[in-house]
Antibody
Framework: QVQLVESGGGVVQPGKSLRLSCTAS????????MHWVRQAPGKGLEWVAV????????YYGDSVKGRFTISRDNSKNTVYLQMNSLRAEDTAMYYC??????????????WGQGTLVTVSS | QSVLTQPPSVSAAPGQKVTISCSGS????????VSWYQQLPGTAPKLLIY???KRPSGIPDRFSGSKSGTSATLGITGLQTGDEADYFC???????????FGGGTKLTVL
């Protein structure tokens, strides 16, 4: 069965960096676009970024553009989210999600359990 | 402010029917498929409806989806207490080159 397992969350000071990882299993990883979606405490879902199956196309939400970088290692079935210049408003649960196709996809078919990032001094 | 607009909350009695609306524009709902997600308290979101009106395997036919123009609707019949959750609509926005979600609707089964 499909599994997505996020890791790397924690407490970090404003202005610092953090890298999240999401390791996938149960499907052909290099055939699907992968996403990060976040949810601030008590708030709704906010899409963060997508990386296409080959890693050559990447798109970001406006609130993280220029600060976050999504990447993937198809040999390790893993997608990453490098988060720099973190702000208090980046505090959220970060979910990894598999798209429905090789690109941005038409829906999020599978979700991980999430990893919590807290930005606080 | 979310790109897609959903009512913050809806409620109905067990066994009744409820609908949740999701309003957007021509750059998102009007020209792309809509999907719906159910988020039970303390858990990750789960795909409920995809491609406007299709149900993944395992999702009961009490859940339905439809789309007309720049709006979409999620319907739930035969409400159960276990349906109490937050529901989100989502789609790709061609103008923004970004995925967008509705703000979410909290369903209470009275």
């Amino acid at each position: 069965q499909v599994q997505l397992v996020e890791s790397g969350g924690g407490v970090v000071q404003p202005g610092k960096s953090l890298r999240l990882s999401c390791t996938a299993s149960g499907f052909t990883f290099n055939s699907y676009g992968m996403h990060w979606v976040r949810q601030a405490p008590g708030k709704g879902l906010e899409w963060v970024a997508v990386i296409y199956f080959h890693g050559n196309n990447k798109y970001y939400g406006d609130s993280v553009k220029g600060r976050f970088t999504i990447s993937r290692d198809n040999s390790k079935n893993t997608v990453y989210l490098q988060m720099n210049s973190l702000r208090a408003e980046d505090t959220a649960m970060y979910y990894c999600a598999r798209g429905s196709a090789y690109n941005y996809g038409y829906f999020f078919e599978y979700w991980g359990q999430g990893t919590l990032v807290t930005v606080s001094s | 402010q979310s790109v897609l607009t959903q009512p913050p909350s809806v409620s109905a009695a067990p066994g009744q029917k409820v609908t949740i609306s999701c309003s957007g524009s021509s750059s998102n709902i009007g020209n792309n498929y809509v999907s719906w997600y159910q988020q039970l308290p303390g858990t990750a979101p789960k795909l409920l409806i995809y491609d406007n009106n299709k149900r993944p395997s395992g999702i009961p036919d009490r859940f339905s989806g439809s789309k007309s123009g720049t709006s979409a609707t999620l319907g739930i019949t035969g409400l159960q207490t276990g349906d109490e959750a937050d529901y989100f609509c989502g789609t790709w926005d061609t103008r923004l080159s970004a995925w967008v979600f509705g703000g979410g609707t909290k369903l209470t089964v009275l």
